[in-house]
């Protein structure tokens, strides 16, 4: 039988918390600042790319504050997912995503050999 270890921080759930909000917190800096780019980038169409992008900050920034409840997690995966799939409206959506996609499911792994 294998008990798992202490992780010798005072309180591992907010610690947990945090890095999930500072994730969130960064992926919005990033979302906001994506925005002029993308609509050099995008040209005409930018649109709908653009209306994504909001739409996904401010669900995040939302998320960013919830993270004391559970659903939150799933919830924070969801705009992971979203972010990915808007690729097919412009291809830096897709990169973006894949990078905090790696950075949420690293925080994701904290949280589990945390937590247990």
């Known amino acids: 039988m294998t008990e798992s270890k202490p ?9 947990v918390r945090g890095l999930g909000a500072a994730t969130l917190g960064f992926e919005v800096i990033v979302l906001l600042l994506m925005i ?3 609509k050099m980038l995008a ?22 504050g919830m993270m ?10 969801g705009v992971q997912v979203l972010l990915l799939a808007g690729g ?3 291809w830096t959506l897709a990169a ?3 990078i905090f996609g790696l950075a949420w499911v690293y925080a994701l792994h904290v949280r589990r050999s945390i937590l247990g």
Do not use: Y
């Open 7 to 15: 992780s010798g921080l005072k309180n591992p759930e907010a610690a």
């Open 36 to 38: 002029a780019p993308l």
């Open 43 to 64: 040209g005409d169409r930018s649109g709908p790319p653009i209306i994504a992008v909001v739409v996904l900050t401010v669900v995040a920034a939302i998320l960013t």
């Open 68 to 77: 004391k409840r559970n659903w939150a997690w799933a919830a924070g995966s």
């Open 88 to 90: 097919f409206l412009h």
């Open 96 to 98: 973006v995503g894949v």
